[in-house]
């Protein structure tokens, strides 16, 4: 039998820069109640949602990862030709063949492995600590993680348990080595048994080939699972990461729903004064691309900072989870 070598990695890895894409188009409440059966009031009560983002005919889910990975890797000072991984997480790129990391690659002007990742709205998390343990592991110096969802072309306006909620954006980042860690081990799992909870489905608008599955959810379960289950998952991460809940900076939660972002930061008894991402009243939710959009919009308005310690926790379709404690990476212009 051969002796088959193996590589070995950087002793520590951290996000190195930050880039996002925000469509053009805010959508209110209003606008989404011209056709949906519902109002402003109960929307912005029930999820904290006040506007959301949809992208146009012009801002393609390639373009729009493509946009956030450019940035991202001026955050960072990396070169398109360095980045070894190109991971994407999204589940409304349209087709399964060809994926869409290879296509925003080739944008990029990189001949890097590229793929998606299907892990709902815990996918940037997911693409994370597959890349830092790439970078680790030696098979990548550098690894570009995008989440991108273009949700508005899989809703059924109608649908009022779903038309309010997703919406569009982009959020990447290059992750590589570092002297310190600034991305702590993934706490991490699925909960099959309830993978009809949030599905995609043919929908109303089955006869036009550009959006022609709407996602569906049974909002109530997300709801009873999410807030409880989840607050487990995120102390698994902080104690795996070797720290305190009391030495956190912020929490960055999936942005669902404020409610559930509420109900998890009161069950984690979070400490005082933590920063709290609340980015889902102007941008709702955006599954795989919300966590990343997140952070931009903490460093913005300056409710975090660079190298600040963070929890990040996500959680969607799947059911499928994933957390770890990250250090605030910098983003370009901040
Ligand atoms: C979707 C969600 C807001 C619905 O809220 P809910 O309180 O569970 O709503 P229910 O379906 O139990 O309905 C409660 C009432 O509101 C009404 N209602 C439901 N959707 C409505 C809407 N969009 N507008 C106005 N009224 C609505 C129902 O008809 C019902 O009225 P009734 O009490 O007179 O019968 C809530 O379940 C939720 O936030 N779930 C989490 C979803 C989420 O964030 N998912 C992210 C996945 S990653």
New binding site residues.
Partial sequence: MAKISQRSGAAATAMLGLGVYRPKRVVTNDEV?EV????DE??QT??GIRTRRYAGEDETLIDMATLAAQAALESAGVGADQIGTVILATSTHAQHTPAAAPIVADRLGSKAAAFDVAA??AGFCHGLSVASDLVRGGNATYVLVIGVEKLSLFLDPT????????ADGAGAVVVGPSEEAGIGPVAWGSDGSQSHV?TQEPGCQASDAEHPMVVR???????RW?PFAMADVARDAVASAGIEMTDLDAFVP?Q??L??TETLARNLKLPEGIAIARDVQDSG?T?AASVPLAIEAMLRKGEASVGDTALLIA???GLSYASQVVTIPPLAGV
Wanted: charged letters at 15%; proline letters at 0%.
């Fill in positions: 109640c949906l059966d519902s109002s109960w929307i029930r999820s709902g709205c649908d009022r348990g779903t038309a309010f909620i997703f949030i959810m049974e909002g109530t379960a997300v709801f999410a999936h669902a729903n409610r559930i939710n599954s959680f969607g379709a």
